[in-house]
C-alpha cells in the first residue's frame, strides 16, 4: 500500500487545525463516478460546514486499473481537503476501509461507498444523529434501488442472519454509509469481510447505536464489486462475529458448546454398543457391537480436540493478558 501527498498541500496538521470529519470513501475501477463523486461530496461538506466543521475527504484506491488512481493524484494535487491513499494491489473493501480509518484525522468518522449510490446529503444527517449521544449511525437504505434476485434477496436474508446471532436491531447491515465516533473504529481490527459487521463489533465495544434512513440511487456508472459468493463469505465470518461478539472474553465456553454434543454422541453410542434389554432388565452386553463402539471412539476423539482447543485458547488468551499487565506495570515503575 502506498500513501500519496500533494506537494502543494501541507498535510501536517494539529489538534487546532485537523478536520473535525472525515469521510472515508473506498474505491475499485470507479473512474466514471469520481468527479461527480468529488463535487457531491465537496457541495454537501461545504454547504454544512456551519454545522459539521472542517472535513477532510480520503478516497482509498483498490488497486484500481482503469485510470481512477491518476485522477484521485489531480484532486489530492487541486483540492486540498482530499487525501488519497492508493494500494498496489486489489485487496478487498474491508482492508480499503481499514486504512481510511487508521488515517483519518476527524474525530468524526464517516463511510461511505464511491459509485454514486449513497448520497453525500445524507452525511450531514448522519452527523446530527450521532450527536445525540450515539456512537454509531447506520444508513438503512429503506428504498434501495437494486435488482432483487442478485442483490435485495440475498441482503434480506444475510440481514436477518446477522440480526439474530448478533443481537444488534440493524436493518440493513451491508450499507457503507454509516457515521462513527472515532475512538470506536480506532479500537477494531477488521479483516476477511468485515466491514459489513462494523455495527455488531461496536456494539461488542460498547458502543450506542441507531439507524437512520437514508437514500440510495441506482448504479449509473461501472460495474457492481459483488456477486452471490459473497453470501458464503457472509457465513462464515458472521460465525467468528459470533465468537468474538459473545465468547472472546472465555472462548473456552465457546468450544465447550461445541464439545457437548459430540459427547452426548459418545455416550449415546456406548450405550447402545454396550448396553441391551432382556426380558425387561437392562443388562452389559458382552459381545459389543464394534461399530457402535467405534463411533463413541471417535466422536469422543474428536469432542476432547474441541475441548482442548478452547482450553489452548483460554490459556493463550490469559497469557497474554498477564503479560501485558506485567509490561504495564514494569514500565510504570521505570517510569517513576
Known sequence: ????????????Q????APRVSVVVPLFNEVQNLLRLHESLSYALGSAAA??????????DDGSDDGTRDLLR????DDPHVRA???RKNCGQTAAMSAGFEMAQGEIVVSMDGDLQNDPSDIPRL?????DGFDIVCGWRRHRQDSFATRLLPSMIANQLIRWATGVPIHDTGCSLK??????????????DMHRFIAALGAGLGARITELPVRHHPRIYGQSKYGLGRIFRVVIDLVVIKMLIQFAAHPIRWFGMLAAPLFLIFVALLGVGFLKFEEGRLGLLWNYNNF???????????????FLLGFLAELQLKASRFFRRRIAITATEAAR
Not at 51 to 60: A, D, K, N, P, Q
Not at 74 to 77: E, F, K, N
Request: no cysteine; net charge positive; proline share 1%.
Open 127 to 131: 452527523v446530527e444523529r450521532l450527536e
Open 85 to 87: 491513499v492508493l494500494f
Open 74 to 77: 489531480r484532486l489530492a494535487a
Open 1 to 12: 500500500m502506498t500513501r500519496f501527498h500533494a506537494p502543494r498541500h501541507s498535510r501536517t
Open 179 to 192: 457515521a462513527y465516533r472515532a475512538w470506536v473504529v480506532r479500537n477494531l481490527h477488521l479483516y476477511s
Open 292 to 306: 457402535y463402539v467405534a463411533g463413541a471412539a471417535v466422536a469422543a476423539l474428536f469432542g476432547f480436540n474441541v
Open 14 to 17: 494539529t489538534a487546532a487545525t
Open 51 to 60: 454545522r459539521l466543521g472542517s472535513y477532510e475527504i480520503l478516497f482509498v
